[in-house]
């Protein structure tokens, strides 16, 4: 699976981004998929997933009530919707993708088989 990540930018306190991962190579509608964030010098961290299917997600602390995942299988994409966007969500943006069927394991790095090249996502205060 090979997973493209688009849609960062520099972008205003406040404002929204939508974050775009597209797949290729096969189908991504039996994994569980997952974004990150890292910022320079820090380890990377579990921003959200969601469940092969869409029926369940998960968010980390810090983005919950703002951030929201979505996919299409149809389309072989999921998205990450921001709002309220901080200064302190500045990161570089990863989507990987998991062989879990459940949102157990889903914060674990080590569980990821397939991660994107990532995208830069900057917010000014």
């Known amino acids: 699976v090979q997973l493209q990540a688009s849609g960062g930018g520099l972008v205003q306190a406040g404002a929204s981004l939508r974050l775009s991962c597209a797949a290729s190579g096969r189908t991504i509608s039996t994994y569980l998929m997952g974004w990150f964030r890292q910022t320079p010098g820090k380890e990377r961290e579990f921003v959200s997933a969601?469940?092969?299917?869409?029926?369940?997600?998960s968010y980390s602390a810090s983005v919950k009530g703002r951030f929201t995942i979505s996919r299409d299988n149809a389309k072989n994409t999921v998205y990450l919707q921001m709002s309220s966007l901080k200064p302190e969500d500045t990161a570089v943006y990863y989507c990987?993708?998991?062989?879990?069927?459940?949102?157990?394991?889903?914060?674990?790095?080590?569980?990821?088989?397939?991660w994107g090249q990532g995208t830069q996502v900057t917010v000014s205060s």
């Open positions: 990987a993708a998991a062989a879990l069927y459940g949102l157990g394991s889903a914060r674990k790095i080590s569980e990821y088989a397939y």
């Open positions: 969601i469940s092969w299917s869409g029926d369940d997600t």
